[in-house]
């Protein structure tokens, strides 16, 4: 069965689809990373051969396979073959601590762990193989695979979330969800030259890399990202699609002889997983060829938001509206839905959703609201609101609202404000613990000027309760792999 045929079907897991297109255009590029590619006939068979040896190794299927890498080849035929054997790809942060590491493979029971160099100081009781030397080739398997048949709810992989303390959430996601992810895709992922710059445990990655390979494009993976290096790679490789982060977006664009470059290529420029400010979606339109479209979601699932760019010039400052068939509604504290035009936490709900956390029924139900009909929607934790047309505006994280004497300050608006100064290149405002007020903004900024002269001309700008009782400079925000900022570590800085 061709994997067109496939595709039109209620249901289809990516073991098949690679497959069909191993059949049908085996000699394709399927992955490619560096001078190194696999065509889809050699990658089909390499998730085979990972899959056989899974199962001559005794590892009974649903069993979470444990991966601490930065993108490779051998990544994709370690992830793809785990799944093809009916076990759970379980990708972990390499940048967490070693004992965060240790504790996610302890908690999703991994049985084996495959590694690069960077992460093979994990101290794990799961047997440990590493995937950048000769180990990696003499544990494969030449042997067929025994068939599995996979199931929509059957389990595909956990993504942990990014948490800065403590042993994160494991998010099970099911084949289900999958699938609706790669039937989202448009059409023209089937001849797609997708970039991936991107780390491939993160869920803003697997949106991308996964409906290129289901639908029968190329995936071309970057396993540092340089702004440079991208534009060139995407020269290259004639580009058509990109998934990136805005911090990934700005550095991009900020490029002096950006222009130069000849993107002519690009059909299809997505963007999720950080506030992405109008302004430099709007640059990226002006100059960038290709649609641009945000995507406003959860690893977790519940529903999404899609803002075409380029047909909504006007609608930059929001996130878009929700995509066919999710449900997205705002509460208010007492859980109740917000009337029109009102400010609620967003939940939502869509075919897409998780399975649940990883043996953490309490978070799952802390997750989790229900209308009066008694429907699951997963709470995003973010504050936003509908505008006339239906767009949704967000105004922050729930979690990071700061309560300054009553008064309700959003860190967002303080920080679109900041952001203007000319000599501000990137910022961020925390909530810090104060005698006063019981909380009062503090602020960070990136860029040239004096921070008391910045601080001045800011508080001008705003009113009495939204005034930083602090500005201070740093080299650069501590961010994530996938560009969010860590507020965490920001506060802590200041405190201490």
Request: hydrophobic share 45%; charged share 20%.
């Amino acid at each position: 069965m061709s994997a067109e045929t496939i595709l039109t079907d209620s249901f289809a897991t990516l073991p098949e689809l690679i497959r069909a297109h191993a059949a049908g255009r085996g000699q394709k590029a399927a992955v490619v990373c560096g001078d190194q590619w696999l065509t889809y006939a050699e990658l089909d068979r390499g998730m085979d051969r990972v899959a056989a040896a899974l199962q001559r190794d005794g590892i009974p299927r649903g069993s979470a396979i444990a991966i601490a890498s930065a993108s490779s080849i051998e990544y994709a035929q370690v992830f793809l073959g785990a799944i093809r054997a009916g076990c759970v790809a379980a990708p972990l942060q390499p940048s967490a601590t070693p004992e965060q590491l240790a504790a996610m493979v302890a908690d999703c029971a991994a049985p084996i762990l495959f590694h690069d160099a960077a992460s093979a100081g994990i101290e794990t009781g799961a047997r440990k193989i590493a995937l950048d030397g000769p180990a990696f080739a003499a544990w494969l398997s030449d042997a067929t695979p025994a068939p599995v048949i996979l199931a929509p709810g059957d389990p595909f992989n956990i993504i942990y979330s990014s948490g800065t303390t403590g042993t994160p959430k494991g998010i099970v996601q099911s084949h289900a969800m999958r699938w609706q992810h790669i039937v989202r895709a448009p059409p023209s992922f089937a001849e797609a030259v997708t970039m991936i710059a991107t780390p491939l445990y993160s869920n803003t990655t697997l949106v991308s890399f996964l409906p290129t390979l289901a639908w029968g494009g190329t995936a071309v993976l970057l396993p540092k990202f340089d702004a440079r290096a991208y534009v060139i790679m995407a020269e290259k490789h004639r580009a058509t699609h990109a998934m990136l982060v805005p911090v990934q977006y700005q550095r991009i664009m900020a490029l002096p002889d950006f222009d130069s470059f000849d993107l002519s290529s690009f059909q299809f420029k997505s963007c999720t997983s950080a506030p992405f400010s109008p302004a430099l979606k709007a640059d990226i339109i002006a100059r960038w060829p290709g649609a641009l479209i945000e995507y406003y979601g959860l690893t977790e699932g519940g529903g999404t938001c899609v803002l075409v760019c380029n047909m909504f010039p006007d609608k930059l400052h929001t996130v878009g509206r929700p995509v066919e068939g999710h449900d997205i509604r705002l509460i208010d504290e007492d859980g109740c839905e917000v009337g029109l035009g009102g400010a609620g936490e967003v939940v939502g709900r869509s075919p897409a959703m998780m399975s649940g956390y990883h043996g953490r029924s309490d978070a799952t139900s802390s997750a989790t609201w229900h209308d009066a009909e008694g429907n699951a929607f997963i709470r995003h934790g973010d504050v936003g609101r509908f505008d006339p047309d239906g767009f949704l505006i967000l105004m922050d994280r729930k979690k990071d609202m700061i309560i300054s004497g009553g008064f309700n300050i959003y860190p967002s608006d303080l920080e679109a404000i900041l952001i203007g100064h000319p000599q501000v290149k990137d910022c961020a405002v925390v909530g810090v613990p104060s005698e006063q007020w019981g909380e009062t903004p503090v602020g960070f900024y990136a860029g040239d000027g004096d921070a008391p002269a910045i601080l001045e001309w800011f508080n001008a700008q705003v009113g009495k309760t939204q005034r930083l009782t602090a500005l201070e400079k740093v080299d650069e925000l501590p961010r994530s792999a996938i560009g969010k900022v860590l507020k965490r570590e920001l506060r802590d800085r200041y405190l201490a």
